[in-house]
């Protein structure tokens, strides 16, 4: 065994141990199939595993019909996937605080899914099993096979990201766009995801070795760098970006150049922020804690609508759709960090529509930071509108540019396009020279 499950090792006795029927003790799985590698990720695999039981489960939810294995073995990959990915097992490191963080009654947030089994290695090697957000109750399974459905009609839920419109990738085939209100999805995941930021808001226990209950907490993203640590990573990762986007994404930017909204604007944008703006010193400065005005929190880090999923209201069921909420998913990034950078981010991402975004992107972030003012949380006096929307306009362009430097490597044509568009209008919108000073 590689210290992890994997796939091939995967047997009854193992998932009767970590899955159980909490409404019925004499419940078995006696049979599972492996399903076909998920989209979804740059992990190894994530594969859909179908369960089945001893007895009718009669629509129980006490008990998954089917359960997602996601793994990724450091061992079998190249110097090269497990550098990309070796920070990857910090979604292990999440479900089990959060576990252990419910039994006293916080972190209760409805939107993280169910797991049943999570390990990692210090290699890097990690598996999960988790909640299939797509399963069916045995009455659901019975009532498509009469009314022969189609498949696509049998998920539950979908990516946030095909409801706005799926980005740069294409519309997806026989999929009802007009059922979805983008206003109403923006809206619900950042009042969602305010919960974590309000809970940990200012909150310096998650700054310290052990936090207040115990709990180590040095796992999470940016806690080097948020205690004054990690300046030669911190180096070694600016040098890769900055050799990036000079070798991979100007070459591009310049034969694409007639594609891309103010090239000119960009390309400057990003000159400045590495040349003069993105240095530790300036990192350490802005993240001083001692500074009522510097925000942070626990972030999700990559929160984007490919991270999210959203009730199918293309669903067809006995029951009708599936309750009004969302998923959000992926947790391998969860850190430190200004929690507006999280919220432009998901805006930048999935705002394909420009017009949208400069109608809509005031008012929703407002929305947003009511939710953070009604909590108690957070000073009104410290924290105002104005200035939030500022670090917004900040965080999203800086963290859009880090973002854009290492896509460049993954993308092309007009994929690479859509990318740097987003960033580049976002610029022109939010940009002043005064932006990435002190404020």
């Not at 576990?99 to 990690?126: A, C, D, I, Q, W």
């Not at 085939?173 to 919960?195: A, G, R, V």
């Not at 007639?258 to 300036?282: A, C, H, M, Q, R």
């Not at 994929?415 to 000073?437: A, E, G, K, R, T």
Request: glycine residues 4%; charged residues 25%; contains cysteine.
């Amino acid at each position: 065994m590689t210290g992890v499950i994997s796939k091939e090792e995967i047997t009854l006795d193992f998932l009767n141990s970590v899955i159980k029927d909490s409404n019925d003790s004499s419940s078995k799985i006696i049979e599972f199939t492996c399903g076909n590698p998920l989209e979804g990720g740059f992990v190894g695999y994530i594969i859909k595993l179908s369960l089945k039981w001893n007895n009718d489960n009669k629509g129980q939810s006490s008990r998954p019909n089917s359960v997602i294995f996601k793994c990724f073995v450091a061992e079998l990959c190249d110097e090269k996937k497990l550098s990309a990915l070796k920070h990857s097992h910090r979604e292990v490191d999440f479900y089990n605080y959060r576990e252990l963080m419910n039994s006293h009654g916080k972190m209760m947030y409805s939107f993280v899914p169910k797991t049943y089994y999570r390990n990692k290695t210090p290699s890097g090697s990690f598996a999960i099993i988790m909640q299939d957000l797509s399963e069916l109750t045995n009455e659901e399974i019975k009532e498509f096979e009469k009314q022969d459905e189609q498949t696509s009609f049998q998920k539950k839920y979908i990516t946030a990201c095909k409801a706005l419109g799926n980005q740069c990738w294409g519309l997806p085939q026989d999929f009802n766009l007009s059922l979805y209100d983008p206003y109403k999805i923006f809206e619900d995941c950042f009042l969602e995801t305010s919960k974590l930021h309000i809970e940990y808001f200012r909150d310096s226990s998650i700054l310290k070795e052990k936090n207040s209950d115990g709990v180590d907490m040095t796992w999470l993203k940016n806690f080097n760098v948020y205690n004054g640590e990690g300046k030669e990573k911190w180096m070694e990762s600016k040098e890769y970006l900055v050799s990036t986007w000079k070798n991979i994404a100007l070459p591009k930017i310049a034969a694409l150049k007639d594609s891309i909204n103010n090239s000119d604007l960009l390309i400057k944008v990003v000159e400045e922020f590495y040349s003069n703006y993105y240095t530790w010193e300036n990192q350490l400065k802005r993240i001083d804690i001692s500074n009522p005005k510097t925000s942070f929190t626990l972030t999700h880090g990559d929160f984007h609508a490919g991270n999210v999923m959203v009730p199918n209201l293309q669903y067809k069921s006995v029951s009708g759709v599936p309750e009004k909420t969302f998923y959000l998913l992926d947790w391998s990034e969860i850190g430190i960090n200004c929690p507006f950078a999280d919220v432009a981010q998901f805006i930048i991402s999935n705002c394909n529509n420009v017009e949208f975004r400069r109608a809509n992107e005031e008012k929703l972030f407002k929305s947003y930071w009511n939710s953070l003012i009604e909590s108690g949380k957070v000073n009104i006096e410290h924290f105002p509108f104005e200035y939030c929307f500022k670090l917004y306009k900040r965080g999203g362009i800086e963290r859009w540019i880090v973002l854009d430097s290492m896509m460049s490597t993954m993308v092309d044509g007009d994929h690479f396009v859509f990318f740097m568009n987003q960033l580049s209008n976002f610029i022109i919108d939010h940009y002043n020279p005064s932006l990435f000073q002190p404020f």
